[in-house]
């Protein structure tokens, strides 16, 4: 059973820094994209940034310059250091998994971890 266990959310003020980690474990080796998502209330899921297994990076425009994302393979892990932290990154962050193989294509998700920037 896959499980993606996630670290690091909390209350910070506007400007200030967390780190977010993000561990899989079950019975896959590794993971076609590793990355974490986030979800305001009221609207949709959205991708913050992402890593492949040839360490592209995808990252949202928000994210950027801000916002750094890291995945060690070997040890299965992606990490969110996040920066110049703004009200509006207040979210529930969600560690995000992608397996891809012929004929099989599955997500999964952490249980998600609550980040809130105070003015």
């Known amino acids: 059973q896959v499980q993606l266990a996630e670290s690091g959310g909390g209350l910070v003020q506007t400007g200030g820094s967390l780190r977010l980690s993000c561990t899989a474990s079950?019975?896959?080796?590794?993971?076609?994209?590793m990355g974490w998502y986030r979800q305001s209330p009221g609207k949709q899921r959205e991708l913050v940034a992402s890593?492949?297994?040839?360490?592209?990076?995808n990252i949202a425009d928000f994210a950027k310059g801000r916002f750094r994302i890291t995945r060690d393979i070997a040890k299965m892990t992606v990490d969110l250091q996040m920066s110049s932290l703004k009200p509006e990154d207040t979210a529930v962050y969600y560690c995000?998994?992608?397996?891809?193989?012929?004929?099989?294509?599955?997500?999964?998700w952490g249980q998600g971890t609550q980040v809130t920037v105070s003015s």
């Open positions: 890593v492949g297994s040839s360490r592209t990076k």
């Open positions: 079950g019975p896959f080796r590794n993971y076609n994209v």
């Open positions: 995000y998994a992608l397996s891809v193989s012929v004929g099989y294509r599955q997500e999964y």
